[in-house]
């Protein structure tokens, strides 16, 4: 895991599993401001899978490079992942 970076934090799969691996860029405010979202860039080892942005009311997927984002509700979001178990 590498250091902050004006903000940045880049999380990484070390390779010491069986998995691909992944790079997460992590966008995070420095201070507690209400209102104001997460946002991931998400890459596999074979370069970006998209973006997922993170707000209080739902979860944004944008494939790829996509302009338009696949959102869910966080009740839509709980319920698609209890039906992957």
Known sequence: MSGFEDGL????DDGETEMAVHEIDLQLPRVD?????VKLVIHS???RLGRLRIS???IDWYPKYAKTPRRLTW?????LMERRR
Not at 9 to 12: D, G, K, L, N, S
Not at 33 to 37: F, T
Not at 75 to 79: C, I, V, W
């Open 45 to 47: 080892d074979y370069g």
């Open 33 to 37: 401001v209400s209102g104001v979202d």
């Open 9 to 12: 934090t880049t999380f990484r």
């Open 75 to 79: 009740e839509q979001f709980a319920d």
């Open 56 to 58: 209080k009311g739902s």
